[in-house]
């Protein structure tokens, strides 16, 4: 069940990540007024042009063993456009054209392919969209740890816990920039995205966002309903 789990849960976060890290607020980074944890959110996700890191990804149990680690890199550019590379323990490539979303694992030499619409409307795309207004009217947003040399940690709960996917969201940032982002569901099992290096308006090689299935590829077509 923990394997399920974290399969399905950090496959959300990386998807999302990917297409939701760079958004539509002001590309200069500039952090507003604020006026509460919502609009402290909303200042803190403002988005840039595109954007790189390396990244970790595990799971915990409710007894705290941690399990499913992997490790990879992501270049994202607006609007959604991303490339996201798993290269250990296994290599997977998850990359997005702005139309079509590519999943490639080349050990079962399989491709599939999905539209990239309609995949914006979990809980972690909301927040790495910037869309805390509109997730306020689903979750408690609430600061429960800070300091002066800028470490922040905000905690989400569901207003609808019954019917909610997850218990708890908590996102962390350092220095105003997104460094971890937790999810527990209900058994109290948490996946953890942890992001290394991060980088804003790199410089981007030339068709990093495109992707043409391996020779011998059995291509699978999703229609994404």
Request: no cysteine.
């Amino acid at each position: 069940m923990l394997k399920s789990f974290v399969t399905k849960t950090l496959a959300t976060a990386a998807f999302t990540l990917g297409v939701s890290t760079v958004n539509a607020a002001p590309a200069d980074g500039a952090v507003y007024p604020v006026d509460g944890p919502v609009k402290e959110l909303s200042n803190l996700l403002s988005g840039h042009a595109s954007a790189k890191a390396d990244f970790t990804q595990f799971a915990l149990s409710s007894d705290g063993d941690r399990a499913e680690d992997s490790s990879g890199y992501f270049v994202v550019a607006r609007p959604n456009r991303f490339r996201w590379v798993t290269e250990a323990p296994f290599m997977q490539e998850i990359v997005s054209d702005g139309d079509y979303i590519w999943i490639h694992d080349p050990d079962l030499e399989q491709v599939t392919r999905k539209p990239a619409t309609g995949q914006n409307n979990s809980a972690p795309a909301m927040i790495l969209n910037g869309q805390i207004e509109q997730l306020s009217e689903r979750f408690s947003i609430e600061r429960i740890d800070g300091n002066e040399s800028g470490v922040a940690l905000y905690e989400l709960k569901p207003l609808d816990a019954e019917n909610a996917t997850f218990a708890r969201i908590r996102l962390l940032f350092e220095q105003q920039r997104i460094t971890e982002l937790s999810m527990e569901d209900s058994l109290g099992q948490r996946s953890m995205l942890v992001l290394h290096d991060l980088e804003y308006d790199p410089e981007l090689p030339e068709g990093v966002f495109e992707f043409i299935p391996p020779e011998g590829s059995d291509v699978i077509l999703d229609p994404g309903q």
